[in-house]
């Protein structure tokens, strides 16, 4: 199609400052005539593309041309191209060529600035960023098999149904959030307990989402205000994982820190990988749980 190969022949020129019809003509599999009448068009729209001939000639377009007919300031476009590079880190293949695209029609590059990684050690699932985006944005609606640990669906996997609305980043973790069909609430996904994803064909209406109450998947447990010590050892962990507000240092060095989690094998876990360094003060039950846990480990060394 004529007018896509005239905005990509642009965006060539934009980056690679001089090219030649043959090239062009390789890329766009057109003949070079074909280029020609092209840079023609172009130039009747106004674009000042222009050609030289002889060693080391081509087809041009005279510098910060479309620059300086922006509307937005420098300023403006650095911070455009920041947000970009900060974008890319979910690693989706339209905002590098976003990116690439923006950094040739302003002229400059973005200043690697900043970097974040949202990966883990575990296997790449970036396949989800792509699938997940296309079907927020095409409001298609989204199965796949769950792996919940909380109340009726305790280390059982169930097939949902979601109208997916956004993706999250919340403290070390993806979620999706999405109404579920199955139980017509908003709810949020953890994408880590996603398994079997599929974007179908089948199309939904934008709700008001405002009109439902947002639950987790996986909040019929109540928050448990806990208390417990930590061995000055570990103070490293301790600013790493705590607010200042929940943590009170103690004469002998110690931590005593007040925290507030959802009760489930997540929270049993993260308080076990304190190992002997960390001692549950209160509630009475959840100490109880963490002896009865490691007695059972110890056990297995035995």
């Known amino acids: ?30 003949s070079r005539r074909t280029i020609y009448r092209d840079i023609d068009v172009l130039g009747m729209a106004g674009i000042p593309v222009y050609t030289e001939k002889g060693k080391g000639g081509g087809i041009s377009i005279l510098p910060d041309f479309v620059l300086n007919k922006s509307i937005l300031s420098e300023q403006e476009q650095t911070e455009i191209l920041s947000a970009l590079h900060g974008l890319s880190t979910v690693k989706t293949a339209e905002t590098g060529r976003v990116l690439q695209r923006l950094s040739a029609v302003f002229n ?4 690697n600035w900043l970097e974040v990684d949202f990966s883990s050690w575990a296997p790449d699932n970036s396949g989800f960023f792509r699938d997940l985006k296309t079907a927020i944005l095409e409001r298609r609606v989204t199965e796949f ?44 996904f ?13 199309f939904f209406q934008e709700r008001k989402v405002s009109e439902f109450h947002e639950e987790h998947e996986e909040q019929e447990m109540q928050d448990l205000i806990l208390k417990f010590r930590v061995d000055p050892e570990m103070h490293y962990r301790v600013y790493d994982e705590f607010d200042d507000s929940m943590v009170k240092k103690q004469q002998d060095g110690s931590f005593l820190v007040t925290t507030k989690w959802p009760e489930d094998e997540w929270v049993y876990g993260r308080i076990l990988s304190w190992g002997e360094h960390l001692e549950v003060l209160e509630p009475e039950h959840i100490r109880r749980i963490i002896s009865e846990k490691a007695e059972k480990t110890r056990k297995k060394y035995l």
């Open 1 to 30: 199609m004529q007018i896509h190969r005239l905005f990509e022949i642009v965006y060539i020129l934009l980056q690679q400052k001089i090219v030649t019809a043959k090239d062009l003509s390789k890329r766009f599999e057109v």
């Open 145 to 188: 098999d769950y792996y919940s640990i909380y109340g009726k669906t305790t280390r059982k996997k169930t097939r949902r149904r979601i109208e997916p609305v956004q993706l999250w980043f919340k403290s070390t973790a993806w979620y999706i959030k999405g109404f579920c069909l199955s139980r017509q609430e908003m709810r949020t």
């Open 108 to 111: 400059k590059t973005a200043a």
């Open 190 to 202: 953890k994408l880590n307990r996603i398994r079997n994803l599929k974007v179908t064909d089948e």
